[in-house]
Every structure is written in structure tokens, then in C-alpha cells.
């Protein structure tokens, strides 16, 4: 499959998809002044200056100017927060990423995730690792004062997610914002999530029920290009890969002998990114072809038909990848939002349902 042709030219039709493809690019009244905004890897297909998207296209009533009248500095606020908290922790760019997909994944992009309550999604076994909560409470706290009872916990999370990638060096896209808080959030919904043991059908089931794609589903397993994950989770691959008492086969031999010594407990955290763990790039792919994949998911991607040709694909260049990322990301951000009012809420705190 490496040596053939079907790579390169599922490569051309990327770009050629992409470049027509808007990641919401150009549409935000807010225009970062960070220069880490601005692709400037040498290797551009395409230019992100793409068509942008009319606002009349969302049928579901997000809006880019939602907050333009109602909360003009939510966006300058909201990214001067996260600039500080990464500053502070790298690894909570990472980690914000990682509690905005969990919060779409469940009765999607709503914020009930971050609901804190007995029995709550944020209560689960699946979600005892994330992280990043206090970032979204600092910047609604901030909004509160600036303008009460106005920007979701939802958007919140959703332009939070956007910002943390850009501060460890990925793409920007403009969110649309006008979702609606969620009031509901139940444990046993969390373990819908996948967790890095799945085959790769139910992924794709998973994400084709939430309107994404095969494409989707391999571009976003590449935000795994940062981040840790527990020795816990990867600690059945290691040693007793389904039942057989030793490893996973597909693991590369001095990577498993490098995993094995970094991960004797299970409480021990490693790098899902072996080679490049604190740069956004698209060497995460590079490493499944290496036979390098940390998590089961992850190198499934590169055996399974279906997805090994984008796998390929997305290894010979870095802006393809960083494209397609900012476009799959912003599919991500509008999968079953709220906008009517009767449907969620304006929480003015994001751990609670407010209280009438």
C-alpha cells in the first residue's frame, strides 16, 4: 500500500476538496493578533484564504456575530485566559481539546460536560481524566463581570478548544457561536465516548451518527500529535493483548520495550506522540506507519482499508493536515447544538443548571 499510487492521489483529492472547503476562516469580528494565527509552513498546497462561509448556511441559528452587540470582547477574553492558563501548563492545550470532544460527543456541543453534579457525565469512569475545567470557570467568571448572563458555557468551551490549539501551534478557524447550555448530563452517557480500545467500525459509526466522516474521524485522531494519555489505558497492549498474555504484535519492538519500561504503573502517564509530543504536527501519522501507534485506535487507522490510504495521505504533508484539521474541528463544534430557548439555557455558572 506505501509503495502504490492510491496515497498521492487521494492526496490531490484532498486539496482539491479542502481548498473549496471553509474552516470558518476570515468570519470572526475577532482577528488575533498572536502571529501563531498565521500558517507559515513552507510546504502550502493551498492557501487557507478560502471562500468564506455565508452565516445563512447554518440552519441550525449559530451565528459568527452572535455576540458582536451583546458581548463584543468575549472573544478578546477569552483568549487572553487561555493564552495565560497554557502559558502556565502547556499540557492544558491539550487537555481543553480533549474536554471539547467529550462534551459534543454526549447529546452533543451543549457544555454538559461540565456539569458537576452526582451522576453527571463529569462524574463518569470515562471522564476521571479530563482536565480544563477551571480554565472555562476563570473565563465565565470574566464574562459574568463584563456581561452577565450573556456568552454559554457551550461557546465558551467550543472557542476555548479553538484557542488552545492555536497556542500549541495549530490552525485557527472562527467559530460560530449562539449555542444553548445543556441541563441535562448522565454518567452512563459518557461511555459513549471512545476510549483508544474500539475497532474501527464502531469509530466510524460513531462519528457518521454525529454528521462526521471517515475523513473526520482520521484527521481528528491527529490532535493525539500532543497530549498524555495513562499508562492504564494502553497496559493490556503491553502485556496481555486480548487474552494472549503477551503484547500487541503490531506494536514496533523497541517502542514496546520503551513502553513497557515507562509504563510498569499504571498511574504513569506517557506521550501519544513519541517523537514530536509538544509540537502540533502531522508526524503522529508518520509514527503509525512506524508501527508507532499508542493507542489501539491509533494504529488500527493505518491497518484498516478504510482509513489507511488517508493515513498515508495526510503523512506527506503538514498543511494538508493543519487544513483539514481546522475544518474537521469546526464540523465538530456544531454537531447537535441547542439554539432555541427552550432547549438549554445562558448558565451563569458552568458547573450548575441555574436555578429559577
Known sequence: MCNSSLPLFLLLV??????????????????????????TTSDTVFSLKVPTLDETTFDNLLSFGYY?????????????????????????GASLMRLHFHDCSVRGCDGSILLKHDGSERTAEASKTLRGFEVVDDIKTELEKQCPKTVSCADILTAAARDA???????????????????????????LVPMGHENITSMIEFFQSRGMSVLDLVV???????????CGSIQHRLYNYQGTGKPDPT??????????????????YVDLDATTPKIFDNVYY??????????????LLYSDPRTAPLVS?????????????????GKLGIVDVLTDQDEGEIRTNCNFVNAY
Not at 471553509?22 to 502571529?35: I, R, V
Not at 495549530?170 to 444553548?180: D, H, Q
Not at 481528528?220 to 495513562?230: E, F, K, V, Y
Not at 508518520?286 to 494504529?299: A, E, R, V, Y
Open 14 to 39: 484532498l486539496c482539491i476538496v479542502l481548498a473549496s472547503a471553509d474552516p470558518y476562516y476570515g468570519n470572526s469580528d475577532y482577528k488575533p493578533s498572536s502571529s501563531s494565527y498565521t500558517t
Open 68 to 92: 458582536r452587540k451583546s458581548c463584543p470582547q468575549f472573544e478578546s477574553i477569552l483568549h487572553n485566559k487561555v493564552k495565560e492558563w497554557i502559558k502556565k501548563d502547556y499540557s492544558l
Open 165 to 191: 490549539t492555536v497556542e500549541v501551534g495549530g490552525p485557527y478557524w472562527a467559530v460560530p457561536y449562539g449555542r444553548k447550555d445543556g441541563k441535562v448530563s448522565i454518567a452512563e452517557e459518557a461511555a
Open 220 to 230: 481528528l485522531s491527529g490532535a493525539h500529535t500532543i497530549g498524555r494519555t495513562s
Open 251 to 268: 506494536i514496533d519492538g523497541k517502542y514496546l520495550n520503551f513502553l513497557q519500561r515507562k509504563c510498569r504503573w499504571a498511574s504513569e
Open 286 to 299: 508518520i509514527n503509525l506507519k512506524k508501527k508507532m501507534g499508542l493507542l489501539s485506535t491509533d494504529q
Open 313 to 329: 495521505a495526510l503523512t506527506a504533508t503538514h498543511s494538508v493536515f493543519e487544513h483539514q484539521f481546522a475544518v474537521s474541528m
